[in-house]
C-alpha cells in the first residue's frame, strides 16, 4: 500500500479549487481552437505541416523567373570569412549628408557548379572597376572566370555577378568591393545617432543588423545560415573610440587626423549579429568573471552620474549563471553592451556587443524607479541569454524565430531571479508571457509558433515574425517543456543541444531531439510520448488545445462545468487566502477567458472580483486590472462607464487605505517587490476612479515640483502615475512644464515617463500639438514617434484625434517607420483598440482599402487583426452592454 497523507480542510479546499482552475484554463484555451479548426475541415490535423499555414497573403503580380528575382539566396556559394574596412564621417559633407565609405573582401567556397554570384547589397552606391561593381579573384592557385555583366537589383536587394564561365565546385574565391553609404537617421543597418551634451551637438555612428540590415552596410550573404568569420577594421576620428564584436588590438593614427582600430576575428557567426560603433562614448569595466573583459558603455554624463553601475553589477553574476545552466563557458573574450540614444528595438544581441536603448541599460540610483530597475535587468538577461542560445547555435531560417526569441523571452526569468532572488521574478511571467499570448492566439488571425519556409521571404514578412506569438507564446510554450520535463532535464538537453551545434545551425525540431535524448538518459523519467509528438502540437498548429473531461465519457457538460465554477468563485471570495497569489490571478483569468468564449456568463467573471476589497497582493490585482481594461475600453465612451466607475471606486479604496497606512502617509517605501507595484496600482486607479484624497495629493505633489523644479518630491516608483494622472486633471500649464523637464532630463527613463504623460492630457489641441510633435526628430526622436502615438491614442480623448492623424499621413508614417521595422505593427494595433463601433468598422475597412497601395509592411498581419478584434468587440459589447450595466449598477450599492 502507498503512503497516506492527510490534509486540513483549507488545504483541500485549495486542492479543489487548483484542479477546477486548471481545468478552466484547458477549457477556456481550447475554444479558439475548436473554432479554427471547424473552419479548416479537410485539412490534415494532429501537427501535419499542411495545416500550419500563416494567412494567406494577398496574390501579387511579380513572379520570380530568375534566381535574383527571389529573395532567398541560392545555395551555390557559401562565405567562409570577411574582411571589412568601414569609415564613418560624423560631420556632414557639402551636401549636407553623413556618408561611410568602406571596401569589403568576401572568401566564399563554390559548392554547386554556377555561373552565377549573388550577394545582398542595399542602398549602397558601388564603385566601378572597369565596367563591373565587383573584383573576383580566385585562391590556392585557381583562376578565377571573367565578369561578363553585373547589375543591381532593387526589389530583392541582390548584387549580381554573371560571369563568362562557371566557378569550379570546391574552389575558393575572393571577392572584393568598394562602396559607400549614407549614415542616415533610419536606425537602420550602420546609422546615425545624435545627442547634446553640455549644449553641443554629438553625433554616433551605430548599427542595427537584424534582421535584414547588414546588407545596407556592406555587400554581404546576409542570411542567418551564411555564418562566416569577420576581421573588421574602422577608421575613425581622434578623440573617438570604435568599437565592434571583437576585442580591439590595435590602433594605429597614421599621418591624416584619423585613428584605424583593428578587431580580433570573430567567432564564425551569422551577419545579423555583426555590429559597429564610434562615439566619443566612455566605459566602466570589471574583470570578475575569469578575467572576462565586461564593459558597460554610454555618454560621459550617463556613466559620471553612475547610471551604469547597476548593469555591471548584474552582468556579471548573470553570465555565470548562464554558463552553468548551459553547461557551456562564455565563446568570446569580451562582453560590451553600450546605450544608445536612438535605437528602435529594446536591445540587440550581438554577439559581444550588445546595443540598448539608454532605458534599457542605464539605472539612475536616484531619479529611476524599481520597474527601471527590473526592466534593466530582465532585458540584460534576455540579450545575455541570446550569447548561447541564438548566437553560438543560429535557427536556420526566421520562420523558426519564436525558437530563438521564445527561449530567451523564457530564461530571461531565470536569470534575473538569479540575480535579485528577492523579487519573486519567476511568477511575474504569468502575467506578462501568458496572458498576452492568450488573448493574440485566440484570434483566427493568429499563427502557429512555427511555419514553412516558403511563407517567410521578403524583409516585412521576417519582421512580421517578430511578435507576441514568437516572444510571449514561445516563452510560455518552453516554460512548460521544461516544468513537465523537470528544469535539471531540460537543462541537459539543452546543454546537449548547444555543444553539439556550436558555431552552426540548426532547425527547431533539433532540440526536441536533444531532449528526447535527455529524457531517455534519465533514470526514473517517463513521459507518455516523445517531445516531437508532444511539441507538435503546440508549434504546429496555430490556437490552443482540446481537451474533454468527465469521469465516466470524458465528457463535462458546460451546464455542470457553470455550476462547479461558480462554487469556485463563492469559494474563493471566503477562503481567498488558502490558495497561491499565482492561483488566485489565474482563477480570475480563467473566468474571464471562459466568459469570452461563452461558457461561463460575463456576470459570472465579475463575481470573481468582488473579493478585492480584502486583495493586497499584485498579482492577482493585476490580473483584474488587466481583465477589466477590455470592459474600460469597451465602454468608457458609454454609460456603462459610470457604473463601473463607481464599483472600481469600491473595490480600490481599501487598496488605497492600506497603502496609505502602511507607508505612514506616503512617507515610505514598501518593502516587498511586489507591493511597491501594487502601490502604484492603488494610487493610479484610485485618481482614476474618484477616490476621495487622491487627486488632491497627486495635484500637491506635481505643483511643489512646478515650485521648485530643481527639487522633485515624486518618488520614482510614484513618477509615472503622478505625471499622467496631474497632466489630465490640469491643463497647459501643467503640459508645459511637463515638456520643458523632458527637453532637459539627461536621464532616459525620466525622459521616457514625461513622454508617456504628456499624452495623458484632456485638452484636444495640446494633444493635436503632440501629434504634429511625433513628425518633427528634433522634438520626438525617431524611435519614440510611434510608441507616442499610441499613448496618445490610449487617451479616450486622444483616440479620435490620433486615427484621424495617421490615416491623413499615412503614406508619410508608413515611408518613415513602416517598411522593415517590427515595432511598427504596435502602432495599428494600439491605436484600434478601443474601435467597437460598426462605424469604426468601416473606416478601418476603408483606411486598409485606401492605402493597399502604400502598403502596411510588418503591419499587415497586426490590420487583420485589428479588422477581426474591432468586429468580435462589436458583437460583444451588443451582446453583453444591458447585463454589464445592470451588475456594475447593483454591485456597486
Known sequence: MGKVYYISKNVGLGLLVLGVSALATIIALSIAYDKEKAKNQGRPGDGAADSTSMPTPPATLFTPKEPWDRYRLPDSLVPVSYNVTLWPRLEPNADGLYIFTGHSAVVFKCVKETDLIIIHSNKLNLTNFHGHLAKLSGLDEVTAPTIQKSWLVVKTEFLVLQLRSRLAVGATYVLYIEFQGELADDLEGFYRSEYTEDGVKKVVATSQMQATYARKTFPCFDEPAMKAVFSVTIIHKRGTVALSNGREIDGVIDGMPVKVTTFEPTERMSTYLLAFIVSDFVSIQSNQNNNLLIRIWARKKAIDDRQGDYALNVTGPILQFYERYYNATYP??????????????????????????????LYDPIVSSTGNKERVTTVIAHELAHMWFGNLV???????????????????????????????????????????AFAVDALA??????????????????????????????????????????????????????????????????????????????????????????????????GFPVVTIDTRTGILPYPLFTEVFEHVIVCVCCFFQALSVINRAQIIDDAFNLAR???????????????????????????VLRNLNYYILMFDRTE?????????????????????????????????????????????????????????????????????PNHNPIHPNLKSTVYCSAIAFGGTEEWDFAWMKFKNTTVASEASRLRAAMACTKTPWLLNRYLEYTLDPTKIRKQDATSTIQYIAQNVVGLPLAWNFIRARWSYIFQQYGKGSFSFSSLISGITKRFSTEFELQELKKFKEDNLHVGFGSATLALEQAIEKTTANIKWVTENKAQVLKWFTEASK
Not at 407 to 428: C, I, N, R
Not at 505 to 528: C, F, R
Open 332 to 361: 568570446l573574450s569580451k562582453s560590451d553592451q553600450i546605450a544608445l540614444p536612438d535605437f528602435n528595438a529594446g536591445a540587440m544581441e550581438n554577439w559581444g556587443l550588445v546595443t540598448y536603448r539608454e532605458t534599457a541599460l
Open 394 to 436: 543560429t535557427l536556420r531560417w526566421w520562420n523558426d524565430l519564436w525558437l530563438n526569441e521564445g527561449f530567451a523571452s523564457y530564461v530571461e526569468y531565470l536569470g534575473a531571479d538569479y540575480a535579485e532572488p528577492t523579487w519573486d521574478m519567476k511568477d511575474q511571467i504569468i502575467l506578462y508571457d501568458m496572458y498576452k
Open 445 to 542: 488571425s493568429s499563427h502557429p509558433l512555427s511555419c514553412r519556409e516558403e511563407e517567410v521571404n521578403d524583409p516585412a514578412q521576417i519582421s512580421e515574425m517578430f511578435n507576441t506569438i514568437s516572444y510571449n507564446k514561445g516563452a510560455a510554450v518552453l516554460r512548460m517543456l521544461s516544468e513537465f520535463l523537470t528544469e535539471p532535464v531540460f537543462a541537459r538537453g539543452l546543454s546537449s543541444y548547444l555543444n553539439t551545434f556550436a558555431f552552426d545551425n540548426t532547425e527547431y525540431t533539433d532540440l526536441w531531439d536533444h531532449l528526447q535524448k535527455a529524457v531517455e538518459n534519465t533514470p526514473g523519467i517517463h513521459i507518455p510520448h516523445t517531445v516531437h509528438d508532444i511539441m507538435n502540437r503546440w508549434t504546429l498548429q496555430m
Open 597 to 623: 468564449a461563452k461558457i461561463i456568463s460575463t456576470t459570472l467573471a465579475l463575481t470573481t472580483t468582488k473579493y478585492l476589497s480584502k486583495e493586497k497582493d499584485y498579482i492577482p490585482w493585476e490580473s
Open 640 to 708: 456603462v462607464y459610470g457604473a463601473l466607475q463607481a464599483y472600481l471606486k469600491k473595490q480600490i479604496q481599501p487598496l488605497f487605505e492600506h497603502f496609505r497606512t502602511i507607508t505612514a502617509n506616503w512617507t515610505r517605501v514598501p518593502s516587498g517587490h511586489t507591493d511597491q507595484y501594487n502601490q502604484i496600482n492603488a494610487i493610479g486607479i484610485a485618481c482614476s476612479m474618484g477616490v476621495r484624497g487622491c487627486r488632491e495629493l497627486i495635484r500637491g505633489w506635481y505643483r511643489q515640483w512646478m515650485e521648485t
